[in-house]
């Protein structure tokens, strides 16, 4: 069983990669690429003084491709490493997670057999999310260049705001061209139904899971914020209306507020 998940930053990604690893692991049917190789493990030594967003960057494998070559992206040491033997790769990897705009070349060079997911999340709580990640010490820490350390002051910045929108929307749409090629998973969903979720997941790989219950418990909110304190923050859906001004939503409204309403997350004009 070979898997790709793609999405916009902060839109849950996270959520989904640990349940799909659970279901594979479960399956014994986990394997990693970056695990095999350690391809990253010298980058690492000299990255030890900074930690990592969540246990699971020492060997999973980000995928990114460019000009017909596909490229092992590790963000946490902000490092690509050229892939040559594809073929390798294709088959060792059983979980590739890509936070590129959706392209035919994934499905095209990472093997047809792979069956994609693409998580989706309300643009709103998805600039939300970004804005509060990037502000926060350890990604500070890593990107020295970032000089804004308050989530208030970044709000401020409606250019940044403005250009955050416009990449979610964007990849959204991407995505909307492409949809065929995926089974949409909801971060909503996620979070009101976790179970009836999984079973969709199930369902769309032709598989049994051996239990269900033992991966809802390791990815609760609860769970995930023990396991990857530095990543996960409120988990809320939402969120977005504590830090919106009425600026932000009119500059939302204008870039994506159909787009909004076209996937549901907004009956009218009035939020």
């Not at 009836?196 to 051996?210: F, H, N, Q, T, V």
């Not at 988990?235 to 909004?260: C, M, N, Q």
Request: charged share 25%.
């Amino acid at each position: 069983m070979f898997i790709g998940q793609c999405g916009m930053q902060k839109s849950g990604n996270y959520l989904l990669y640990r349940i799909l690893r659970e279901i594979l692991q479960q399956l014994g049917s986990w394997s990693s690429y970056s695990g095999k190789t350690h391809c990253w493990d010298s980058l690492f030594q000299f990255n030890d003084n900074i930690p990592l967003n969540f246990p699971e960057q020492r060997d999973m494998d980000e995928v990114y491709i460019k000009d017909g070559l596909i490229f092992l992206h590790n963000s946490y040491l902000n490092a690509y490493f050229a892939i040559r033997n594809i073929k390798e790769f294709k088959y060792t990897s059983r979980l590739i997670w890509t936070h590129q705009v959706p392209m035919p070349e994934h499905h095209e060079m990472l093997g047809g057999e792979r069956r994609w997911f693409y998580i989706l999340r309300d643009g709103r709580d998805v600039v939300n999310s970004w804005v509060h990640h990037v502000v926060s010490p350890h990604i500070r820490q890593r990107n020295p260049q970032y000089k804004i350390s308050r989530v208030e002051d970044l709000y401020q910045r409606y250019d940044i705001f403005e250009k955050t929108v416009k990449r979610w929307a964007s990849h959204v749409q991407a995505y909307l061209k492409l949809r065929n090629y995926y089974l949409e998973i909801r971060y909503e969903n996620l979070v009101k139904d976790k179970a009836l979720e999984i079973k969709r997941i199930a369902d769309y790989l032709g598989i049994s899971i051996p239990d269900i219950d033992a991966i809802i418990r390791k990815t609760s909110v609860q769970a995930t914020r023990l396991h990857a304190p530095l990543h996960v923050r409120r988990a809320r859906v939402g969120d977005w209306r504590t830090y919106f001004t009425p600026r932000h939503k009119k500059i939302f409204k204008e870039i994506a507020g159909s787009l909004l309403k076209e996937l549901g997350y907004t009956e009218d004009d009035n939020w």
